[in-house]
């Protein structure tokens, strides 16, 4: 309204009954816009002097080469104290690290840590089956999960490249698989059906706060991604799946048939059909030693003879 009588001021009159007939404005031409650009190329100002704090210094040396009496000897990680260091920068620098454990195996530095020295060395890491830590959790209902989950859970773990339900049980010590797919029945009965970025239940009421099982010494850690159980022990190619595949892709892909499919993958066909059996982020094999019709040639300088293929190749994204 402030505009219209801007424009047509002989309205502010009489705007309750205009005459008839007449023409009054309803918009104007917008004033048109100018860039004026520069004509000398600009200087940028001198960039602000800065020096980053020197990142926490660990070294694989054993034994390292400066360290004070009582260290724990089976220590496996050890950390260089620098100049400024406090014992909480060092906790904050080591996230799985305990304020108790820290003392416990550097009883030199004392309960004032008056005892940290630059230059020496601290035991950051000598676990055993009572004081491994937990892995982080959440204990407020968190997003994504899948449908299905315990709805008397008290903590959930977000999946991680790598983690299959055999590590995860192993990590927590506090539950056994049949536990853990009974709070989480999408993973299947199997326990093949974990996804990355999804959280899973790992606790309920009854659950210990902490580990009750003693680290086993067979576990099989991941390798760059879990792999679907049951594979035929002479796969030599590997077909990363994503979200996107459909069996009849990967079998087109890799000129295999159906059949092969099945019978190098039998968690596959242990299923309606075969698309059910894909879980994105695990390796299935698509190939095995029997058709490999290439190798390493010897013609590779400083090796003679050859070597057998193994391939992964990845799906769709």
Not at 82 to 102: E, G, R, V
Not at 179 to 197: T, Y
Not at 285 to 290: F, P, R
Request: charged share 15%.
């Amino acid at each position: 309204m402030d505009e219209l009588l801007e424009w047509n001021p002989d309205l502010k009159a009489d705007c309750d009954y205009p005459i008839a007939g007449y023409w009054v404005c309803v918009g104007i031409k917008r004033p048109a816009l100018t860039i004026i650009y520069p004509t000398t190329n600009g200087t940028a100002p001198d960039p602000t002097p800065w020096t980053p704090r020197p990142l926490p210094t660990e070294t694989a040396v054993y034994p390292p080469t400066k360290t004070q009496p009582g260290l724990a000897p089976s220590c496996s990680a050890y950390y260089e104290a620098q100049p400024s260091d406090t014992c909480d920068q060092i906790l904050a620098s080591n996230p799985m690290l305990k304020f108790p454990l820290l003392f416990e195996w550097n009883p030199a530095l004392k309960a004032d840590c008056s005892g940290i020295l630059p230059g020496y060395f601290y035991c950051i890491a000598a676990y055993n089956s009572t004081n491994l830590p937990s892995p982080p959790t959440v204990t407020n209902q968190p997003y994504p999960m899948k449908a299905g989950t315990a709805k008397n859970c008290t903590a959930w773990y977000k999946k991680e490249d790598g983690d299959t339900c055999d590590l995860i049980v192993e990590m927590f010590g506090t539950f056994d698989k049949a536990q853990f797919v009974a709070w989480n029945p999408a993973v299947g009965v199997k326990c093949i059906g974990l996804e990355n970025g999804y959280y899973y239940c790992v606790a309920d009421p009854s659950t210990p706060k902490t580990r009750t099982r003693p680290v086993s010494t067979t576990v099989t850690f991941p390798t760059a991604h879990p792999r679907q159980p049951g594979v035929t022990k002479d796969c030599n190619k590997w077909w990363l799946v994503s979200v996107h595949d459909d069996c009849y892709d990967i079998i087109h892909f890799n000129g295999i048939t159906m059949a092969d499919l099945y019978t190098w993958n039998p968690a596959l066909s242990g299923k309606r059909n075969c698309l059910e059996g894909l879980v994105p982020d695990m390796e299935i094999c698509v190939g095995v030693s029997s058709m490999s019709t290439t190798t390493a040639s010897s013609t590779v300088p400083g090796i003679s003879g050859s070597t057998g293929l193994v391939t992964i190749v990845g799906g769709r994204d």
